[in-house]
C-alpha cells in the first residue's frame, strides 16, 4: 500500500508540515524508520530523535517543530500512530486457508462461513463457530462452545466445554478459558472437590494474551466484559466478572467471585482477594496487593494497596526510616536522667 | 436426577425445616436458583439473600430460620454443598468416546481397560495408560511415563518422559510436568546445563490446574504428595517436595529442593525460596516471600514472610509512620536548646 | 558409559583421594547414590553427608577430608558435577524419530538434514527448520520462522509467524514465542488495537523454560541475547532487549521497551517496568519491582528496588518499629509539661 502524507493526515485529522506529496509504503520506529517510511513521536520530551531519524514523514504531538522535516501535528499521537498502523497492516496474519483435513471436527458442529481451522485442530460436539473466525493449528473447543463471528484464536488454545467466545475476539496462543475452578471442600479425608459446572462468557472485542488461565464459574458465569484487554500469564478465577473496557496487565491474578467495573486497570503482578468490588475506573499500581473493595475512580498502590498518596507518603518515609531510629536514640540519650542510664 | 429435600437431607446428615417432599433437580447460587433447584448458605452472615431467593430448598447452617422456606440444616455448609454438587454432577465432563483415529500411539505403550483418548494426542513408546484414564485432545505423554488409572488429563497437557503419575488424578489444560529444571554452572563461556535427569511423581487424588509447571528432578524425584490441590499458573522447581493435603494457590513459586510438610496451605502469588522447609499444617498469606524454614502450624505473613501477628502490628505502624516522624521532629524541637537551633 | 574414578578426575581437573581404578557408571544425589554412583557435595557445610553416603565417588571442595571414601577435589565442585552430567547424560531424552506421518508440513518448508519432528507437529509455509532440529509432539511453527541447528522445542510450543530462534537453543513445553505485544490506544469507543507486526529473535544457546510467554516487537524486535536462560512462567514484554548471558528466573515480568545489559540476574517473582534499562551484571533479589533504571553491577531488592544494604538496614528497622512507636510516647510522656497532659 501507498499512501501521501497528505492522504495519512486527512485520515488522522492532523496538519501536514513540509512535503505533503511524500509517499509512505510503511512505518517504522523512529531510529529504525527510513526513506517511505511514516514514525511517531509519542510526546515532546522525546524530541532529540527527531534530528536524527531517517523517516519520511513523522506524527508528532501538537506544536512541535523540527526543521526540513515533514510532520503530521495530531493530538494525540499514539492514537494517530495505531490508525497509522491499522492503516498499513489490517489483516490477521497469514491465517489458515480453508479447513485443514487433519483437523478433527465432530459431525454436529455447525460452521459459520469463511471460517479459517488449523491443522490438528479439534472441535467437540455441539460446537457452533461464527463466520469469519479462525482457528491456529492445535486449538481445543470442547463441546457445546459458541466462538463468535470473526473472532481469532492462536495456536494451542484449550476453550473448553459450554464456554462461549464473542465476536471479533483475539486469544492467543496456550490460553485455556474454562478450566475448573478451585473449590474444595474439607472432610475427614482430606479436601473434596466441588464439581465446578458453571461457565465462562467472554463478551465481544475482548482480547487475551498469551498462557492466561480463566476459570469456569462453580455455578453460573465467569464473565469478562466487552472491549476488555488481558496482557499474558493473567489468571482469573471463578465466577469473577471483570467489567467493560478493563486493562488486566500480565501476570495479575483475582480470586474468585470479585467484580471489577468498567475501565478498571489493574498493572503488572497485582493480586486480589475474592469476593470484593473494584469500582469504575479505579487503577492499581503494579505489584500490589488488593485485600478490600475499592470504590470508584481510585489509584491505589502497595501491599496491601492504599490510595497512592498514602503509600507515597509511607514509601518517602521508609527511605528515613534507619535515621529516625538514630533520632530517636539521641533523644533518648538526652532526655535519660544521668542516673537512670546503665539501663 | 430427581431426589427429595428428605433423601437430600439423609445424605448429608441434616435435618428438614419445611417440605420434604419437594422434588430436586438440580444446584444453582443462591441468586440464580429457581423452582425445583437446591442452594446454600455459607454462613449467617449472609441470611438477607433467605428471604428473596425462589430456590425450592436451602442448605444452611444450624440455628438458622427462615420463615415460609425449606431448609437442610447441617453442620458444615460448605461440605454439605460439595457433597449436593457431586450428586447431581458425579462425572467428567462429556469425556473423549474411545480412541480417536487421529490419536498417535506407539506400538511399545500399555493401554488400560476403558481408557479415552482424544484426538491428536500422542503416546509415547514405554508409556502405560490406567484402566478409565481419560486424555483430551491434545495431550502429550512422553516415553515411559505411567498415568494412572481413573486419572483425567485435559487437553493440551504436557507429560515429559519418564514420569509418573498417580490415580484418580486430574490435570487441567496447558500444564507441563517433567520440564528440565533450571540448573548450570558458570564456566568461562557462559552457563553450563546441568543434564535434568530425575523424574516427577505426583501420588493419588492430586488435582493440578491449569497451565502450572512442575520440573523434574535434577537427580530423583520431585514429588507432589496424595491429595495435594494446585490452582492455576503455579511453578513448582525440581526436586521439590509438598506434602500430602496442602493447598497451592495460583501464581505461587516454589524454588528447587524444598520441602512442604503435610496440609499447608501457600496463598496467592506467594514465593518460597529454595533448600528449606515449610512445617506441617503451616499457612502463608498472599503475597508473601519465604526466605527462611517455617516450623509445623505457623501462620506466617509479608515479605519477609514473619507470623502473621507481628507482620499486622508491622503493618499497622506503617500506616502512621508519617505522623510519627511529625512526633519525632516534634519531639526534637522542644527539646533543642535556643542557641543550636539553626542547624 | 563406564569410567574410572581417575579418568573423570582427569576430565576435571581433579585431584584423586582413594581407589582411582573404582569404576563408575552413573550420578546420584549424595543421600541416594550407592555401588558405582558418583555424587558431589557442593560445599564443606554439607560435609556430614560424607560420612552417610554409600557413593563409590564423591568430588569435594578443595581441602576436603573423609576417611575410608573416594574423593575427588576439584576447585568449583558445582561445574565439575555439571561436567560429569553432560559426561553420563549427553543426549536430548529420546526425540521422535525422522518425521512423523502426523505432522503437517506446508510444502514451501526448508527442512535441514537429520531434523526430527513429533507427531502433530505443524510448520507453516516459508519456515525453515536447522539440521539436527526437534520438535516434540504438538509443536507449531508459523509461516516464515527459522528454527536454528541442533534447537530442541519441546511437546505443544507455539512459535508464532516470521520469528527467528538461534541454533542449539531449548525451548520448554507450553512456551509461546512472538504473540502480540500489549498495545492499544484510548479513543472515544474503548482500546483501539495497535497491530504488533515486530519479531522476536532469540539468539544461540537461549535455554526457555515452561510456559513462558514472549511478545513480538511492535515494530522492530524483541530479542533474547546468546546464553540466556529463562525458568517457567516468565513474561517478556514487546520490544524488550536481554543482553547476553542473563538469568530470568521463574515468573519475572518484564514491561515493554526494557533494556537488560550482559549478565543480569533477575530472581523469582521480580517485576520490571517498562522503558528503562538494567546494567550488565547487576543482580535483582526476589519479588523486587524495578522502577528505574539501575547503573551496573549493582545488588537489588525491595518494592521499589534499592540497594540491597539500604533494603536490609530498613528491613531491620521494620521489625522493630512497633517498638519505635513504644518510645517514642515514652518521650512525649517524659517531655510533655504537667498542664498539658490531659490532650
Same mark, same amino acid.
Given at each position: 500500500m501507498k499512501k501521501t502524507v497528505a492522504e495519512i493526515a486527512q485520515l488522522l485529522d492532523g496538519r501536514v508540515v513540509g512535503n505533503g506529496e511524500a509517499q509512505i509504503e510503511g512505518v517504522a520506529g523512529i531510529e529504525d524508520a527510513g526513506q517511505g517510511e511514516i514514525t511517531f513521536l509519542e *510526546? =515532546? =520530551?522525546? *524530541? *532529540?530523535f527527531l534530528q536524527t531519524t531517517a523517516a519520511s514523514a513523522i506524527i508528532v504531538p501538537q506544536g512541535t517543530t523540527s526543521e526540513g522535516q515533514t510532520l503530521i501535528c495530531v493530538e494525540q499521537p499514539r492514537l494517530a500512530f495505531a490508525k497509522v498502523m491499522r492503516l498499513f497492516y489490517p489483516s490477521v496474519p497469514q491465517a489458515p486457508h480453508g479447513i485443514h483435513p487433519t483437523a478433527a471436527i465432530e459431525k454436529e458442529v455447525q460452521l459459520g462461513n469463511d471460517v479459517s481451522i488449523g491443522a490438528h485442530v479439534s472441535i467437540g460436539a455441539g460446537a457452533v463457530i461464527g463466520d469469519r473466525a479462525v482457528l491456529f493449528p492445535g486449538v481445543v473447543v470442547g463441546p457445546d462452545s459458541r466462538i463468535g463471528h470473526g473472532t481469532v484464536i492462536h495456536a494451542n488454545v484449550t476453550i473448553r466445554e459450554g464456554v462461549t467466545i464473542g465476536a471479533d475476539c483475539i486469544i492467543h496462543s496456550g490460553t485455556v478459558i474454562g478450566s475448573d475452578g478451585f473449590g474444595y471442600a474439607q472432610d475427614d479425608q482430606g479436601h473434596l472437590k466441588i464439581p465446578q459446572v458453571g461457565t465462562v462468557i467472554v463478551e465481544d472485542d475482548v482480547e487475551i494474551g498469551a498462557n492466561v488461565t480463566i476459570d469456569r464459574g462453580t455455578l453460573g458465569a465467569t464473565r469478562i466484559g466487552h472491549g476488555v484487554k488481558i496482557d499474558n500469564l493473567v489468571q482469573i478465577a471463578h465466577n469473577v466478572v471483570i467489567g467493560p473496557n478493563s486493562l488486566l496487565i500480565s501476570q495479575v491474578g483475582i480470586s474468585g467471585s470479585t467484580e471489577l467495573g468498567e475501565g478498571v486497570i489493574l498493572a503488572g503482578q497485582v493480586g486480589v482477594v475474592g469476593h470484593i468490588k473494584i469500582g469504575d475506573r479505579s487503577v492499581v499500581g503494579a505489584k500490589s496487593g488488593v485485600s478490600k473493595s475499592i470504590p470508584s475512580e481510585n489509584v491505589m498502590f502497595g501491599i496491601p494497596a492504599r490510595p497512592i498518596n498514602k503509600s507515597k507518603r509511607i514509601e518517602a518515609c521508609l527511605s528515613r526510616l534507619p535515621d529516625l531510629f538514630k533520632r530517636v536514640k539521641e533523644l533518648e540519650k538526652d532526655q535519660a536522667p544521668p542516673s537512670k542510664e546503665g539501663e
Open positions: *510526546s =515532546k =520530551k522525546l *524530541s *532529540s
